[in-house]
């Protein structure tokens, strides 16, 4: 989930006899100049996206098909310029296959692997698998036991990263000490996936729960984040940040924070060291490592609304980071050179929070992608320039 900014010109008030002054309205945020994409047309219904990725020279859209009735079909979309998008075959291989609406989606080199979901038996659970396949196609479920991410235990799925040995899947399970807590799916190959639900660093204990929100590949492995929520007070969540060098055994690390609520809810490799955004008091706030440490940036964006504030996509092209997410009333995006001073960027279009509304962001060849609305969400792209 850019743009030099395009401030309009000083304004002039001019007072004309008899007539009263007028307020100015709000000065909109600066550009970039956004292009909706076109997406294949299908009988099966509306597009709608629900995650994007790039890999060097190529990217992805994930999500489905909707139906008018609300059902969907799984989709692909397959990219080499941000602007110009094909559906890429796809092959369920369950029985709840044809209904899947792909949640998360990561590539590396010319392999591509997904998550899909759809509800399904007496109580309505969802019915999980990952997709695996190339640009060219086809895409294809891959069918796995159904305990392996549902079953008695399942809470739910998150967010699917490729790194340098394999690929890793983020979310919440009952885990093994019966608890409720952060748990993450490793592969080597993208095709079997491991559950890891039984290491002390990712269980939820006497200290509080613990709750996995992101996560990301590094130099040397993953970072997961997310948070702690503490037994003696839910109300005031404290960051929690994982690191792991293949994704089994996971040590926690020491994150700065005020007592106030916070949850760390983005990551990734930034400059030197990491970036790390999330929710930090009554604003959204940063949080920076190097030399092996964490420190807490600034905080920027007021929090607004009943909606859960959240930022939903992260990426950075050279040494400038772009966010996008909800303040609690809609979705919002930022740019920054620096990690500490923050610029919000026009949206293409409005998306409200709450329901279905979304957006995500990734970063192709020097264009941002953006998949941003509510029930049919769709695509734009813009140069990171302007």
């Known amino acids: 989930m850019i743009h030099p900014a395009r401030y309009a010109g000083a304004a002039v008030l001019v007072l004309v006899a008899g007539c009263a002054p007028t307020s100015p309205g709000p000065v909109p945020p600066p550009g970039p100049s956004w292009r909706e994409v076109a997406l294949p047309a299908s009988a099966a219904g509306r597009p709608e996206v629900r995650d994007i990725t790039s890999c060097p020279g190529h990217g992805y859209a994930a999500g489905g098909y909707r139906a008018p009735d609300g059902t969907t079909t799984p989709a692909l979309w397959s990219t080499v310029d941000g602007r110009t998008w094909r559906a890429v075959t796809v092959q369920p291989r369950s029985a709840y296959g044809p209904r899947h609406l792909l949640s998360t989606v990561a590539c590396r080199g010319d392999t591509v692997v997904a998550v899909g979901s759809a509800p399904g038996g007496v109580h309505g659970n969802l019915r999980t698998n990952t997709w695996i396949g ?89 970072v997961a984040v997310g948070s702690l929520v503490p037994a003696r007070n839910p ?7 994982w690191r792991s060098t293949d994704g089994r055994r996971w040590t926690r690390e020491v994150v700065p924070h005020t007592g106030e609520d916070a949850d760390v809810e983005a990551v990734l490799p930034y400059r030197s060291g990491l970036l790390a ?47 996008v997410g909800s303040h609690g009333t809609r979705f919002r995006l930022w740019r920054s050179p620096d990690a500490y001073t923050w610029t919000e960027l026009s949206m293409p279009v409005p998306v409200p929070a709450g329901g279905l509304g979304t957006a995500r962001l990734a970063a192709l060849d020097g264009r941002l992608l953006l998949a941003a609305g509510g029930a049919g969400s769709l695509l734009w792209w813009a140069a990171a320039g302007g």
């Open 277 to 323: 955004l999330g929710v930090q008091g009554n604003r959204f706030g940063t949080w920076l490592r190097a030399a092996d440490r964490w420190r807490r940036g600034i905080r920027f964006a007021a929090l607004a609304g009943t909606n859960l504030p959240q930022i939903t996509g992260l990426v950075a092209i050279g040494g400038t980071a772009f966010t």
């Open 134 to 222: 190339t640009a060219p196609g086809p895409l294809t479920e891959v069918p796995s036991a159904f305990e392996l991410f549902g079953g008695p235990e399942q809470i739910g799925v998150g967010p699917l990263v490729a790194g340098t040995d394999g690929w890793l899947l983020g979310g919440a399970r009952t885990d093994a000490n019966g608890d409720a807590g952060a748990a993450v799916w490793t592969s080597a190959d993208g095709v079997r996936f491991g559950l890891v639900d039984a290491d002390p660093a990712l269980e939820s204990d006497a200290t509080g729960e613990s709750v996995l929100t992101g996560v990301a590949a590094v130099p040397g492995g993953y």
């Open 235 to 241: 109300v005031a969540r404290q960051p929690l940040v």
